[in-house]
């Protein structure tokens, strides 16, 4: 019986890691367009046609999406775990418990060294969730998985649902207190009091979204599952093209739905109306649905464009990036907090949308260009490296 261990190099599926490429740079987009900047909580006013571009942009095409195909890839990444060695269950439950309190306190170094809006220690917590479907059906899986997207979220949009969330640890007005604070440090502090504030809010942010954040992640990882278990990407997706292009043809239809939605929720549309609870709570509701619709379109266009050689050359520029996806994000962070915070360049507040997201889209052709010259010569990226030398209790070979 062999040793498991991390995924080898001809057991890469390439579609994977261009799908983890693009989700990166969503991140990306995502957190340097509202946080790193200080948008979320500085009182900018859109000065431009183009800014007001970029803005529609994320809020459209970025938003929540690059997160919800991490999450996909994430519950894929553990059925095909279970796959790999379907002889060796009990190695794989001592691995996968490693892995997760590995990346656990991967997170919690990312929040206290870097950045308080680290994404990897959530998923650890709700990675242990997925243990309870293991040994579930898939109509089971998918089943749990609409229950936790929709329902605890749709609770918490309910006003006093949130409000009373929030006074289980807050006094009235003490959470608007920590993001001035935290919005301050970020322009002013040194680095170990920014850093210091970044635990603080880091846990502040958490009171905000436990109520729904933790079922929602669960939830994506569901789907992820089921699609690993069917095996959607052997061969790069090309044993399920029927299932990609209803994909393709289904996330279209919802999406532009969800879209013009959109649209009039960003021109004050529904400002003119005094929409019931039950209203408001609907268009959350598809707003989700548009959500996963979306995600669900990008990954069917690209593996179905995967399968011509000439888009495989082109999209595969990507795939070094999603080889080394810890790395990729953990570096986003100390590019982004350099660049905004005080204790670096100082940007925050100086960057206008439009030219965010083309900053955004600089680093990343960096990161691309740095992943591959890297992976020329190294078989991980270094926090992938240290990752499984944690989980597997062995030193990887590094080197080619």
Not at 21 to 36: D, E, P, Q, S
Not at 182 to 211: D, K, N, T
Not at 214 to 220: I, P, S, T
């Amino acid at each position: 019986m062999s040793e498991l261990g991390p995924v080898g190099e001809r057991e890469r599926l390439v579609v994977l890691d261009i799908l983890r490429g693009f989700a990166l740079l969503g991140v990306l987009i995502g957190n340097t367009f509202w946080l790193y900047s200080g948008r979320a909580w500085l009182d900018e006013p859109t000065h431009s046609s183009a800014d007001r571009v970029a803005r529609w942009f994320v809020a459209i095409f970025v938003e929540s999406k690059a997160q919800t195909l991490l999450c996909f890839l994430f519950g894929f990444g553990f059925a095909h775990q279970l796959l790999r060695a379907q002889a060796r269950a009990e190695q794989v439950m001592g691995v996968y418990v490693r892995r997760m309190l590995a990346l656990f306190v991967i997170g919690w170094l990312h929040v206290t060294l870097l950045w308080w809006g680290d994404v990897t220690w959530g998923y650890a917590v709700a990675g242990f969730g997925l243990l309870l479907f293991r040994n579930a059906t898939n109509r089971t899986r998918l089943i749990a998985a609409a229950v936790l997207i929709f329902v605890p979220f749709l609770v918490v949009s309910i006003p006093e649902v949130a409000d009373a969330l929030v006074r289980m640890f807050f006094k009235p007005g003490e959470g608007a207190l920590h993001f001035h604070a935290i919005a301050e440090r970020q322009q002013h502090g040194s680095y170990l009091r920014v850093m210091r504030g970044h635990v603080v809010f880091a846990l502040v942010w958490q009171v905000r979204i436990f109520g729904w954040y933790y079922f929602w992640l669960l939830g994506r990882f569901l789907l992820g599952y089921i699609g690993g278990v069917q095996q959607w990407f052997a061969r790069d997706g090309a044993d399920h093209l029927p299932l990609f292009r209803k994909l393709l043809v289904g996330g279209a239809l919802i999406a532009s739905a969800n879209i013009a939605v959109q649209i009039a929720s960003l021109l004050d549309v529904f400002d003119n109306y005094e929409l019931s609870l039950a209203a408001r709570l609907a268009l959350d509701g598809f707003d989700q649905l548009g959500l996963l619709a979306m995600v669900a379109m990008y990954v069917a266009i690209v593996v179905l464009l995967v399968q011509r050689p000439w888009w495989r050359r082109v999209l595969g520029v990507l795939a070094p990036v999603g080889r080394m996806p810890l790395t990729t994000y953990l570096c986003q962070s100390l590019i982004c907090v350099t660049l905004f915070y005080g204790w670096g360049f100082g940007w925050a507040g100086h960057v206008g949308m439009a030219n965010c997201v083309g900053l955004c889209l600089a680093i990343f052709v960096v990161q691309i260009a740095v992943s591959h010259l890297w992976l020329r010569s190294f078989r991980f990226g270094p926090a992938e490296w240290v990752w499984r030398a944690v989980v597997y209790w062995k030193r990887p070979a590094m080197r080619r």
